[in-house]
């Protein structure tokens, strides 16, 4: 499974960024699409996930901010950022969960200038 992650950029704070991450390869019961992200110097922490026919859920430090969704019928999960902070700069990963195993991509820099 490839993972294809893109949309980062650089973006001014109170703006908004569309991040697009699209599984490829041997998919198979793709029961997860979700989002990390790393800072420099930071771990990487836990943004959103997509599961199954769940709803979507994002970390409770980013709701009302940030929002995933995913299309299904294209293995593409998505997540809206509104109303960056120059503390959402960081890499942001995407990362799923198949009957193959775990996932990562290669990861999208995202860069909030103040």
């Known amino acids: 499974v490839q993972l294809q992650a893109s949309g980062g950029g650089l973006v001014q704070a109170g703006g908004s960024l569309r991040l697009s991450c699209t599984a490829s390869?041997?998919?198979?019961?793709?029961?997860?699409m979700a989002w990390y992200r790393q800072a420099q110097g930071k771990q990487r922490e836990f943004v959103g996930a997509?599961?199954?026919?769940?709803?979507?859920n994002v970390a409770n430090s980013m709701m009302g901010r940030f929002t995933i969704s995913r299309d299904g019928a294209k293995n593409t999960v998505f997540l809206q950022m509104n109303s960056v902070q120059p503390e959402d700069t960081a890499v942001y990963y995407c990362?799923?969960?198949?009957?193959?195993?775990?996932?990562w991509g290669q990861g999208t820099l995202v860069t909030v200038s103040s």
């Open positions: 990362y799923a969960m198949s009957y193959y195993g775990t996932h």
């Open positions: 390869g041997r998919i198979r019961d793709m029961n997860v």
């Open positions: 997509a599961r199954g026919g769940d709803s979507p």
